[in-house]
T-cell receptor, first 110, second 113 residues
Framework: GQQLNQSPQSMFIQEGEDVSMNCTSS?????WLWYKQDPGEGPVLLIA?????ELTSNGRLTAQFGITRKDSFLNISASIPSDVGIYFC??????????FGAGTRLTVKP | KAGVTQTPRYLIKTRGQQVTLSCSPI?????VSWYQQTPGQGLQFLFE???????NKGNFPGRFSGRQFSNSRSEMNVSTLELGDSALYLC????????????FGPGTRLTVT
């Protein structure tokens, strides 16, 4: 269940702005995953992170695996209207223990 | 490569009925996990199947069950439906055991009336 603290809960930004969101926990994770979910659809995997300190990009998206292994960050640069959706973080403590954030709802105003 | 497919996409049932949902994983993926998503509880893990065996189970009552076939396709069943079972049921597949790099299907929207 939801045992990751994801913030912010929602964001209203202007097209072209950059976006930052993060997930934190008191537990140590081996893997961090970031997903985007559109209404009525399943989450789509955006970025997977496997090592502390790892910084990985996927187009305008960049995510980092925190050094303490207890947090992760997602940045979106130069937002566009199709970035609208809910972004979820997920952390794996081990292969059998996966936890999700509550999601960040992103609204982009043209 | 085709993604994860789930059928049906939408379903309306009445309390007390039972329902079966189907999931076909990405070709070559052997692990299938099921999740329930609701606005109040978010994503809740139901169970994971690998090689036709349930490997992990979340904290759901016995009314929720599943199985996996030799071709890795999976079904989940909910018996004696309750209003609170209304949710988006998501299936996710991955190549191996565990849930790293899971790819989700579009979900089945179940409404119980």
């Amino acid at each position: 269940g939801q045992q990751l603290n994801q913030s912010p809960q929602s964001m209203f930004i202007q097209e072209g702005e950059d976006v930052s969101m993060n997930c934190t926990s008191s537990s140590i994770f081996n893997t961090w995953l970031w997903y985007k979910q559109d209404p009525g659809e399943g989450p789509v995997l955006l970025i997977a992170l496997y090592k502390a300190g790892e910084l990985t990009s996927n187009g305008r998206l960049t995510a980092q695996f925190g050094i303490t292994r207890k947090d992760s960050f997602l940045n979106i640069s130069a937002s566009i209207p199709s970035d609208v959706g809910i972004y979820f973080c997920a952390g794996l403590i081990n292969n059998n223990d996966m936890r999700f954030g509550a999601g960040t709802r992103l609204t982009v105003k043209p | 490569k085709a993604g994860v497919t789930q059928t049906p996409r939408y379903l309306i049932k009445t309390r007390g009925q039972q329902v079966t949902l189907s999931c076909s994983p990405i070709s070559g993926h052997r692990s299938v996990s099921w999740y329930q998503q609701t606005p109040g509880q978010g994503l809740q893990f139901l169970f994971e199947y690998f090689s036709e065996t349930q490997r992990n189970k979340g904290n759901f009552p016995g009314r929720f069950s599943g199985r996996q076939f030799s071709n890795s396709r999976s079904e989940m069943n909910v018996s004696t439906l309750e209003l609170g079972d209304s949710a988006l049921y998501l299936c996710a597949s991955s190549w191996d055991r565990g849930r790293s790099e899971q790819y989700f299907g579009p979900g089945t929207r179940l409404t119980v009336t």
